[in-house]
């Protein structure tokens, strides 16, 4: 079995919970009298929706990837056979849901929300409760998330943000009238934060006491937690393990050597996505744009999403990295920019404080900050063939942004419409030389031919 952490609403503590509980795992000393061999378990961690900061800290405390079970940008069956597969090699497995238990990507159905993976999946969920300004009250938002769907199983609560004992008797006799079982109580813990900004968390590269963090919450998780009740229900069970089917990726012959930008900048990364370029053949060749020159002899380069508006000033600074991109590309090289690796490949971007600086300069346009987010998923297709599609090819992304490009490709790489909706909404995204740039993230777990194609593309060009 594993275990969903699930919230009644964004901000009740999902991430905080799901951190103490990783922490203190693989730390193993709250488990130790319950596991001779605490100190040698394995965690798996999964994140529920399209996230990609959430999982950067799962991967910090556990050591692993964290996987993304995204129905929407994948598929049911690839949830479950990604889950199976990654499971099974852990001793324990923990899923963090997305927003509130029942919020999904629709008005009319909880599709791709956190009940859907839970039911999926047949998993039993860990309620966290935002008590803060609750007492008696609390029973009532329990029974409710117990009873609106009846196929799932809500195993127990975690209490967060409790005050007091005088508060927290006063929560336990008030579940103790529906028989919900407490599995854990977090107190108030002002001290204890992870910085945030427009677009979520600070990303765990930005953060450079985050292992004492860590440590704090594996404290915090030692003592909060039912551990002798949690832990059967976070067990991986070779019973749920499926070998996930083999993606048909035809791999090219010889090395292709890919640059991909992995710094504090860019790090908006599936962890798939990655593994998939590597079975289609390629080597990964990561490098800094914010310091580093660009690796040499690379048949391709990769822009993940990020934060380039934070270091515009130090990226337009590393002129050497700026000018070795703009020739690579200019010289035809294939390119993936998604989101922030758009921003970067832009004539300037103007940051937050309303400052421009000069990047890469390969698409004629400009980026600007905007106070709007732009956010959802999008089924897109393509209007010309690129290194990544084909023209017609539809596939499924996400946008999270709070830029937009002056001006709009008067050609665009997409027209995009919003999940489960036909009306198309936005032209969108550049395909310039042999560059694919866009603001849709993709996840290429259903559609291994988009690596493969890139990759291929990668194998076919003359380094010059």
């Known amino acids: 079995?594993?275990?969903?952490?699930?919230?009644?609403?964004?901000?009740?503590?999902?991430t905080t919970t799901t951190l103490a509980l990783l922490a203190s795992l693989?730390?193993?000393?709250?488990?130790?009298?319950i596991r001779l061999d605490a100190q040698a378990i394995s965690v798996q961690s999964f994140k529920v929706g399209p996230d990609y900061i959430d999982p950067m800290f799962h991967q910090f405390v556990t050591g692993r990837p964290c996987r993304n079970l995204d129905p929407v940008l994948t598929s049911e069956s690839y949830v479950q056979d990604c889950f199976a597969t990654h499971a099974l090699r852990a001793n324990y497995s923990l899923t963090e849901g997305v927003m509130g238990l029942f919020d999904g990507a629709t008005l009319?159905?909880?599709?791709?929300?956190?009940?859907?993976?839970?039911?999926?999946?047949?998993?039993p969920i860990l309620l966290v409760l935002d008590c803060s300004r609750l007492s008696g009250s609390v029973a009532a938002l329990a029974k409710g998330y117990q009873s609106l769907d009846p196929r799932l199983q809500i195993a127990g609560v975690v209490l967060n943000r409790v005050g007091s004992d005088r508060h927290l008797d006063f929560l336990k006799s008030a579940l103790a009238r529906i028989q919900m079982p407490v599995l854990g109580v977090l107190r108030r813990q002002d001290d204890i934060t992870i910085p945030d900004r427009h677009l979520g968390l600070v990303p765990t590269d930005e953060l450079p006491e985050l292992r004492i963090l860590i440590d704090r919450l594996a404290e915090v998780g030692d003592r909060s937690f039912n551990w002798s009740a949690l832990l059967p229900l976070l067990q991986s069970s070779p019973a749920q393990a499926s070998i996930m089917a083999t993606q048909n990726c035809q791999v090219v012959s010889g090395s292709v050597r890919i640059a991909i930008a992995r710094d504090a900048a860019f790090n908006f990364y599936y962890a798939d996505n990655l593994e998939l370029l590597e079975r289609c053949g390629a080597e990964l060749v990561y490098w800094s744009p914010l310091q580093d020159p660009l690796p040499p002899n690379v048949q391709g380069l990769y822009f993940g999403g990020g934060f380039p508006e934070i270091f515009a000033a130090t990226l337009s600074a590393n002129q050497p990295a700026l000018g070795a991109v703009r020739a690579a590309i200019q010289a035809g090289i294939p390119t993936y920019a998604e989101c922030g690796g758009l921003m970067y490949l832009c004539e300037a971007i103007q940051d937050l404080q309303g400052q421009s600086f000069p990047m890469v300069g390969v698409l004629p346009t400009t980026v600007t900050m905007q106070p709007r987010l732009t956010l959802g998923y999008r089924q897109a297709t393509?209007?010309?063939?690129?290194?990544?599609?084909?023209?017609?090819?539809?596939?499924?992304?996400h946008e999270f942004?709070?830029?937009?490009?002056?001006?709009?490709?008067?050609?665009?790489?997409?027209?995009?419409?919003?999940?489960?909706q036909a009306q198309p909404i936005q032209s969108e995204g550049w395909c310039v030389q042999n560059v694919h740039a866009s603001y849709v993230h993709l996840h290429w777990g259903t559609q291994p031919e988009i690596p493969q194609r890139f990759v291929q593309h990668c194998a076919n060009w003359t380094m010059v």
């Open 1 to 14: 079995m594993a275990l969903v952490i699930a919230g009644e609403r964004s901000g009740s503590g999902k």
């Open 26 to 33: 693989r730390r193993g000393r709250a488990i130790a009298h």
């Open 108 to 123: 009319e159905d909880d599709w791709g929300s956190t009940a859907h993976i839970a039911r999926l999946l047949d998993l």
């Open 382 to 397: 393509a209007q010309r063939h690129s290194p990544l599609v084909t023209q017609g090819q539809c596939v499924w992304g």
């Open 401 to 420: 942004h709070h830029s937009q490009t002056t001006p709009i490709p008067s050609e665009p790489l997409f027209i995009t419409n919003r999940f489960r």
